[in-house]
């Protein structure tokens, strides 16, 4: 049940309603990743959530499509862009594997998603074939090896828990390696003092 929609649909209205974790490091993603963002450009997000990342960078882009398969989260984004006016993004209700590469983009975000998928390796990949040449793959990812000790071994409790989603045990140099293969060039790979996320921009060559 953890790593379904009807999971995220039972916790979506407190994850809507809970602040971000760390406003400073939250704020210096944005800015890291719109810094590499073009205005006539078309962007994705996989794994939106409640969509609040997708409608800052809307007037940074064209376009922005924003996929989730939790509907009340697709919801919550839809209501605020209408409410502030924000016509650029649209709300898609599909997952990861809905999703067709015969259209491909110029920015891929995919944050805090990667390590929630089992089938890790194949996400960056499907990334990969999404993104234009010149365009970019941005992720924030948790990382095994970056991780506190203690929170180490509360990650091994939580992993026995069938309730909550399970987190791949990613190092950061498998994920920077994953990203490569798959024939993107990285050019920020930043992790936070203390913090157990490591946040990515790959670019694909033109």
């Given at each position: 049940m953890a790593n379904t929609p009807f999971?995220?649909?039972?916790?979506?209205?407190n994850y809507i309603a809970s602040p971000v974790a760390n406003e400073e490091i939250?704020?210096?993603?944005?800015?890291?990743?719109?810094?590499?963002?073009?205005?006539?450009?078309?962007m994705i997000e996989i794994g939106c959530g409640s969509g609040n990342t997708a409608l800052t960078h809307a007037p940074y882009v064209k376009h922005i499509t924003a996929y989730d398969f939790?509907?009340?989260?697709?919801?919550h984004g839809r209501t605020r862009a209408a409410n502030e006016g924000i016509e650029n993004v649209e709300f898609v209700e599909a997952s990861l594997d809905d999703i067709?590469?015969?259209?491909?983009?110029?920015?891929?975000?995919?944050?805090?998603?990667?390590?929630?998928?089992?089938?890790?390796?194949?996400?960056?990949?499907?990334?990969?074939?999404?993104?234009?040449?010149?365009?970019?793959?941005?992720?924030s990812t948790v990382t095994i090896d970056t991780m506190p000790t203690k929170m180490r071994a509360v990650?091994?409790?939580?992993?026995?828990?069938?309730?909550?989603?399970?987190?791949?045990?990613i190092s950061r140099a498998a994920l920077v390696a994953e990203i490569e293969k798959n024939g993107l060039i990285v050019e920020e790979n930043w992790q936070p003092e203390g913090h157990d996320s490591v946040f990515i921009i790959a670019r694909k060559p033109t």
């Open positions: 999971f995220w649909k039972l916790i979506s209205r939250y704020q210096e993603k944005l800015e890291r990743t719109r810094r590499a963002l073009r205005p006539d450009w078309s939790c509907g009340p989260m697709l919801e067709d590469t015969k259209t491909s983009f110029d920015a891929v975000l995919m944050l805090s998603v990667i390590h929630l998928i089992p089938d890790w390796t194949s996400a960056i990949r499907k990334a990969a074939q999404l993104t234009r040449p010149g365009g970019i793959f941005v992720s990650l091994s409790l939580v992993n026995l828990l069938p309730v909550l989603p399970t987190v791949a045990r």
